[in-house]
Structure formats: C-alpha cells, structure tokens
C-alpha cells in the first residue's frame, strides 16, 4: 500500500508540473526565461560584481602589510606599508559606505584615495599618488 501510494504522489506531482501548476511556477512574470550563452535570462536578478579583496589590491599595490578586520562601514580592512608610508585600504559592498568612510577618515590628516569599492587613508601625498597609479584610483 506504501508503495502505490508513494507512485501516486510522485504522478500527481509530475502532472501538476507538466500542465503548468502555479505550485511550481510564477505566474506573476509570463515571461519565458529564455537565453542565449553570453546574455542574461529575461526577468533574471541582477548580479553583484565580485567583492573586492583587500589582500588583492595591497598585492597589486605592492604594499606589504595584512587583513587586520573590519572598521566602520568595511566589510574588510587591512594595513600595510608602501614605500615606508603607512596606509589604511578599506573594501566596501556600496559606494555610499565608501563615502562615509572616507569623510570619517580624512578628517585624521593625510590623503585619500579611491576605487570602486575600495577607499585608502595614505599619510604621505606622493605614497597616495603611487597607490592610486597601481590601482586605478582617484587622489582626492
């Protein structure tokens, strides 16, 4: 008797799906997701680009240091030293929490530096021009 029951289910279930059963579907988006390699589906969500990783952008940098944790609106922060200047790189999931972050910052002196992403306190200008260079940032 379990067996034939456990058969039945599985046919109710396979038809429902078949005939298009809103259990399995949403039909609020008619819509078919339908696409081609190298396009995203019709009605897909759209994708966050990659996080940025404060080890990969002190190693583009050439700047010797480490993850040392989280600050205020990072999601990831780390030190390091270049050239024999400190400096502060901070990894963000939005520019506005970059923003903040860089308004807290700069008010401590030195020179900001900024990314998509990624915003970096350099106590030496000519140390900010060189990190900006290596990682595609703006002075500010």
Avoid: H
């Amino acid at each position: 008797m379990r067996t034939r029951l456990s058969v039945i289910l599985v046919a109710a279930v396979a038809g429902a799906m078949l005939s298009g059963c809103s259990y399995f579907t949403d039909e609020t988006d008619p819509t078919p997701s339908v696409s081609t390699p190298g396009e995203a589906a019709v009605g897909a969500a759209p994708t966050k680009p990659a996080r940025v990783r404060v080890a990969d952008l002190m190693a583009k940098a050439g700047c010797k240091g480490k993850v040392i944790g989280t600050q205020l609106y990072t999601y990831e922060t780390g030190r390091c030293d270049l050239g024999g200047t400190e400096v502060t790189i901070g990894v963000f999931d939005t520019q506005q929490l970059r923003d903040q972050w860089a308004d807290g910052v700069k008010n401590l002196g030195g020179t900001m530096v900024v990314g998509t992403g990624w915003a970096a306190w350099v106590m030496k200008p000519d140390a900010a021009t060189t990190l900006a260079s290596a990682l595609d940032g703006q002075v500010l």
